[in-house]
C-alpha cells in the first residue's frame, strides 16, 4: 500500500484547508483510512476515519462539526475538509489504512497498519 499525503499548507485561524491522500497498491473495499496528526511535542493523535466501503465515518471530539472526511473511489484518494481552522490544528497530518478495522478501533492509530508521509499544516493567529 502507498499513501501519498498533501494539500497542507499555512493558512490563518479561521480558514480552511482540504488534505488529499492518493492510495495505491491494493483494492481498498475491505479497508478503512484514517487521518492522524502530530504536533511538536505531542503524541499522535486520531482525527477523522471512513470506512471505504459503506462509508461510515468516525470523528475526534476535537474537529467534529469542522472538519470533514471522504473519499472518491474512482480515484482512490480520501480527503480531508478542514474549516474553522484553530492554532491548536497546527501539526503534521498523516493519512493511514487499515485492513479489516472493526468500527470500535477506528480511531486507534494501532489499527492502521500502512501510513503515508506527513503534510505540515500551521495555522496562525
Known amino acids: 500500500v502507498q499513501l501519498q499525503a498533501s494539500g497542507g499548507g499555512l493558512v490563518q485561524a479561521g480558514g480552511s484547508l482540504r488534505l488529499s491522500c492518493a492510495a495505491s497498491?491494493?483494492?481498498?473495499?475491505?479497508?478503512?483510512m484514517g487521518w492522524f496528526r502530530q504536533a511538536p511535542g505531542n503524541e499522535r493523535e486520531f482525527v477523522a476515519a471512513i470506512r471505504w466501503s459503506g462509508g461510515s465515518t468516525r470523528y475526534a471530539d476535537s474537529v467534529k462539526g469542522r472538519f470533514t472526511i471522504s473519499r472518491d473511489s474512482a480515484k482512490n484518494a480520501v480527503y480531508l475538509q478542514m474549516n474553522s481552522l484553530k492554532t491548536e490544528d497546527t501539526a503534521v497530518y498523516y493519512c493511514?489504512?487499515?485492513?479489516?478495522?472493526?468500527?470500535?478501533?477506528?480511531?486507534?492509530?494501532?489499527?492502521?497498519?500502512?501510513w503515508g508521509q506527513g503534510t505540515l499544516v500551521t495555522v496562525s493567529s
Open positions: 497498491g491494493r483494492t481498498f473495499s475491505s479497508y478503512v
Open positions: 493511514a489504512a487499515g485492513h479489516g478495522v472493526i468500527l470500535s478501533s477506528m480511531g486507534t492509530i494501532r489499527a492502521y497498519g500502512d
